[in-house]
């Protein structure tokens, strides 16, 4: 039986609605909501990405300042930026674009944000506040996971969910998220990685499987118990002679089998991607509606 999928584009595009009124109203008060985004260098992947959420800012009405930085200016450079961003009352969030080039240490540039302003919460504070369960700024493709799932039906409470791949980024936090007590937590967390031994046999067990690995094909149908709801974050440029540029995107899951098994599973692209972004322009407005409370 073919899987419901779970449309994160569409999904996005109603939160996108509801975002555009709450500026409106917020502009009306005063405060036009601010992103700064900061791309270090010319990796392909990083340009498109800003480049979406310099364009989903324009769309829902939040001023965005797009700040490019040569890769030969150094550490310091970035830092100093960081600090006439964290200085400027116009700009409410910052996203400093991962990952950066040789050299440089993400975890000093990320320290260096005001924590405030950690629109996609990986300051060291906003990362323990999470790890706590206080409120605070929550990664953005974690939280558009949950509310993917949520949104589509799916709580994960009492269940027990997979998350295969343990990064600071979107695993870890992710995990940390669907442990925590409480209505949007309360699930039993496995969470895998490479040293995980019978990954097939652990994910076998679960009724929510997360793949966040950054490998095509980590996930098969085999590895999943039918009725399974699958949500792939993975990225994964592939080669395909038959497509235009000579290759496509592809997730971490293989959509072929998996969706034979699961009773819902995301699409890549238009699943957690598009949720991603809806949920760093949903912090950035939470941004700006507490500096406007001051
Ligand atoms: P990452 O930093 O490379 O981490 C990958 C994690 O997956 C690591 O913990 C690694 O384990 C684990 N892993 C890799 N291969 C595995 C395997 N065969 N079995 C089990 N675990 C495995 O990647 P990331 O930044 O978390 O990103 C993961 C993927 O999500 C990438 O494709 C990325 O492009 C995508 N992504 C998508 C969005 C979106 O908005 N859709 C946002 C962010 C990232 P070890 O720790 O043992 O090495």
Known sequence: MAARILDGRALAARLHETMRAEVVSLVRSGVTPGIGLVRVGEDPASVVYVRTKAKASADLGIHSEVHVVDPRAGQGAVESLLDQLNANPDVHGILLQLPLP?????????????????VDGLHPVNVGRLCLGLPGFVPCTPLGVLVLLEESGYRPRGNLVAVVGRSALVGRPLANLLSLRGEHGDATVLLCHTQTRRLGELLRQADIVVAAAGRAGTVTGAMLKPGVVVVDVGMNRVADPSSP????????VDFASASEVAEAITPVPGGVGPMTVAMLMRNTITAAKSAARG
């Open 102 to 118: 040789e050299g440089y240490s993400a975890d000093r540039l990320l320290a260096r944000m005001d924590p405030g302003k950690d």
């Open 245 to 252: 540029g000579g290759t496509r995107l592809v997730g971490d």
